[in-house]
C-alpha cells in the first residue's frame, strides 16, 4: 500500500462506482471513501447511466465487462449528455482490454487491470482530482471576469454614489463568497443618501462586526496601499486615485484566505473600481481639477485596454486547438504589412487589429465553439456574426475606432463572397485584407477539434490558389516574402 493516505475528511470530490459484481462496488467504495471520496455504488449498467444523468458526479469508475450492457456502451450514452464526468474503466480480464480507439473517442480519461491492490487506481483517481481543480479553476476565473466585465459600463457611468456602491457590492458577492461586506468611501465623494460615519459613505451588508475602518488603512501610502490586504478574518481592497491616495475601502468577512486565482480576480476588479471612482470624483471636481481629470481618461483607456486583452486571451483559452491563434495573426499581419513597405504606425494598427479580430466570438456558445464535426447552417450563421460583434464591442472606446472597420471585414472576399458586407476588392480596407491572409494561414496550419492541421506547402499553395478570388495577391506575395525562418515555427 501507498506510504502516506489522505485522511477520512471530505476532499469535495465524488465518485460513482459502477460493477455488475456486488463485492467490487462495496470494496472500491470503502476504500475511497477511507480517503474522503463521496462514493456511491451501482451494480446495474443501465441504472447508472439515469444516475449519472439525474445528479453530478466528478469522476465515473467503471466495469469494461458486464451485462447487459458493456462498460464502453455505457460510456457512449453517457457522453449524450455528460461530457465532463472524468471516467477510468476496469476490467480483470487482460484479453479483453479496451481498444486504444475507443478510449480515444470516447474520451475515457484512464484503464485500470483490477488486482487486489488499489495504488494504481488511486494514483488515476488523484490526477482526474488534479484535473478537476483546475477546471474550476479556470471556470471560476472565467466566471469573475465576466462579472467584472458586466459591471463595468454601471461603474464606469457617471450615476449617483449609490447606485454605483451598489453595483460594486454586488459584484464583489460574485467575486468571492463572504459573511459580510463594507464598502466605505472618502469623504471628497460630496453628498449622497448613503450612511454616513465621520463624513464617509457607508454601505453595509450582512455581518460586519468589527469591521476595519478606512481610518485604519489611511497611513498606508505608496505601493502598499495599491495591494489585496488579507487579515483574519478580513479582505480588504483598498481603491486608490491616481496619485495614490487611498479614496475607499472594501471589506469582505470570509471564512478562510482566499487562493492565488481569488486575490488575480480581485486585484484586476480593485484596479477597475480605483478607475472609475477616480473618474467620478473628478468630474464632480471639473472646474478645480481639470488635470486630474485628464489623467483619469489616460488611466480608464490603459485599464479598459486590459479587460478587454483577457476577454481576447479568454477566447482563445476556451478552446485548446486555437489557443495563441489571435497573437500568431496578430505578427504574421504586422509581418505582411512591413513587407509591403508600410510605415510603423500602419504596421502596429494592423498587428492590434489582429490581435483583436476573434474578440466577437466571446458571445458564441462552447458548443458551437468547440464542436467535434462540421457546423449546421444555422450553427455557421451564428459563427458568421462574430466580426461585426467584435466591431460593436471595440467601437465602445474611441482609442479603437481606427481598427473597428478592420475587424468587421477581415472575412471579406476579394471576389465579394465573404461575409458580413459582401465587399469586393478595393472596397475592403487593405488591413482587413492582410489579416485574411494572416488568419486563414494560421488556421489551416493549426489543429482543429474538426480537422488535423495542413502542412506549410499545403497551406501556402492554398493561398496561392485563392490569389483575386479570396486573398489580395498583394498581401499573398508579400506573406510569401516573409523570412523562411518564421514559416518554419509557424508550422511547429
Known amino acids: 500500500m501507498r506510504k502516506k493516505r489522505q485522511g477520512s475528511g471530505q476532499n469535495n470530490f465524488s465518485i460513482l462506482t459502477v460493477d455488475d459484481d456486488p463485492i467490487m462496488t462495496s470494496t472500491l467504495q470503502a476504500y475511497f471513501q477511507r480517503s474522503g471520496y463521496y462514493v456511491d455504488v451501482e451494480n446495474d449498467p443501465c441504472a447508472a447511466i439515469e444516475r449519472v444523468r439525474k445528479r453530478h458526479y466528478d469522476i465515473l469508475l467503471l466495469d469494461f465487462l458486464m451485462t447487459p450492457i458493456s462498460g464502453d456502451q455505457v460510456v457512449e450514452e453517457i457522453r449524450n449528455f455528460d461530457k465532463d464526468i472524468f471516467i477510468i474503466l476496469l476490467t480483470g480480464h487482460k484479453s479483453v482490454a479496451p481498444p486504444i480507439k475507443t478510449i480515444r473517442e470516447l474520451d475515457i480519461q484512464g484503464y485500470y487491470e483490477k488486482d487486489e491492490r488499489f495504488d494504481q487506481l488511486e494514483l488515476l483517481?488523484?490526477?482526474?482530482?488534479?484535473?478537476?481543480?483546475?477546471?474550476?479553476?479556470?471556470?471560476?476565473?472565467?466566471?469573475?471576469?465576466?462579472?467584472?466585465?458586466?459591471?463595468?459600463?454601471?461603474?464606469?457611468?457617471?450615476?449617483?454614489?449609490?447606485?454605483?456602491?451598489?453595483?460594486?457590492?454586488?459584484?464583489?458577492?460574485?467575486?468571492?463568497?463572504?459573511?459580510?461586506?463594507?464598502?466605505?468611501?472618502?469623504?471628497?465623494?460630496?453628498?449622497?443618501?448613503e450612511e454616513t460615519y465621520q463624513g464617509n459613505l457607508i454601505k453595509i451588508q450582512g455581518e460586519t462586526e468589527g469591521y476595519p475602518r478606512m481610518t485604519k488603512m489611511s497611513v498606508w501610502n505608496g505601493e502598499k496601499g495599491t495591494a489585496i490586504v488579507y487579515d483574519e478574518p478580513w479582505v480588504m481592497l483598498p481603491f486608490h486615485n491616481p496619485s495614490g491616495k487611498i479614496i475607499g475601502l472594501l471589506s469582505a468577512r470570509v471564512s478562510e484566505a482566499p487562493k492565488d486565482d481569488k486575490f488575480q480576480l480581485l486585484e484586476v476588479f480593485s484596479k477597475q473600481v480605483s478607475v472609475a471612482l477616480s473618474n467620478v470624483l473628478l468630474h464632480s471636481?471639473?472646474?478645480?481639477?481639470?488635470?486630474?481629470?485628464?489623467?483619469?481618461?489616460?488611466?480608464?483607456?490603459?485599464?479598459?485596454v486590459e479587460v478587454v486583452d483577457a476577454l481576447r486571451?479568454?477566447?482563445?483559452?476556451?478552446?485548446?486547438?486555437?489557443?495563441?491563434?489571435?497573437?500568431?495573426?496578430?505578427?504574421?499581419?504586422?509581418?505582411?504589412?512591413?513587407?509591403?513597405?508600410?510605415?510603423?504606425?500602419?504596421?502596429?494598427?494592423?498587428?492590434?487589429?489582429?490581435?483583436?479580430?476573434?474578440?466577437?466570438?466571446?458571445?458564441?456558445?462552447?458548443?458551437?465553439?468547440?464542436?467535434?464535426?462540421?457546423?449546421?447552417?444555422?450553427?455557421?450563421?451564428?459563427?458568421?456574426?462574430?466580426?461585426?460583434?467584435?466591431?460593436?464591442?471595440?467601437?465602445?472606446?474611441?482609442?479603437?475606432?481606427?481598427?473597428?472597420?478592420?475587424?468587421?471585414?477581415?472575412?471579406?472576399?476579394?471576389?465579394?463572397?465573404?461575409?458580413?458586407?459582401?465587399?469586393?476588392?478595393?472596397?475592403?480596407?487593405?488591413?482587413?485584407?492582410?489579416?485574411?491572409?494572416?488568419?486563414?494561414f494560421d488556421a489551416m496550419t493549426s489543429n482543429r477539434s474538426y480537422r488535423k492541421a495542413l502542412s506549410i506547402k499545403a497551406a501556402v499553395d492554398e493561398l496561392v490558389k485563392g490569389k483575386n478570388t479570396q486573398f489580395d495577391p498583394a498581401a499573398v506575395e508579400a506573406f510569401l516574402s516573409i523570412d523562411s525562418e518564421y514559416l518554419k515555427e509557424s508550422g511547429e
Do not use: W
Open 125 to 193: 483517481v488523484e490526477s482526474c482530482a488534479k484535473s478537476i481543480i483546475q477546471m474550476r479553476t479556470i471556470q471560476n476565473y472565467k466566471n469573475g471576469l465576466s462579472a467584472i466585465m458586466d459591471s463595468l459600463p454601471e461603474i464606469y457611468h457617471l450615476q449617483s454614489f449609490e447606485h454605483i456602491m451598489g453595483v460594486i457590492l454586488k459584484t464583489a458577492s460574485t467575486l468571492i463568497q463572504a459573511s459580510g461586506y463594507v464598502l466605505e468611501l472618502s469623504p471628497d465623494f460630496g453628498q449622497g443618501e
Open 313 to 440: 486571451i479568454l477566447v482563445d483559452a476556451r478552446d485548446t486547438y486555437t489557443r495563441g491563434h489571435s497573437d500568431r495573426v496578430a505578427e504574421c499581419a504586422s509581418m505582411i504589412a512591413k513587407a509591403m513597405g508600410k510605415d510603423d504606425s500602419y504596421c502596429e494598427r494592423v498587428r492590434i487589429a489582429g490581435l483583436f479580430h476573434d474578440i466577437g466570438k466571446i458571445g458564441v456558445s462552447d458548443e458551437i465553439l468547440m464542436k467535434k464535426g462540421p457546423l449546421t447552417e444555422e450553427e455557421f450563421a451564428i459563427i458568421k456574426k462574430h466580426p461585426q460583434d467584435g466591431a460593436r464591442i471595440l467601437s465602445a472606446l474611441t482609442m479603437f475606432q481606427d481598427i473597428v472597420p478592420i475587424v468587421r471585414s477581415h472575412h471579406e472576399r476579394m471576389d465579394g463572397k465573404g461575409y458580413p458586407d459582401g465587399l469586393k476588392s478595393e472596397m475592403i480596407p487593405e488591413e482587413a485584407r492582410i489579416i485574411a491572409v494572416a488568419d486563414s
Open 285 to 304: 471636481l471639473v472646474e478645480r481639477k481639470n488635470n486630474e481629470i485628464m489623467k483619469a481618461y489616460a488611466h480608464l483607456r490603459s485599464s479598459y
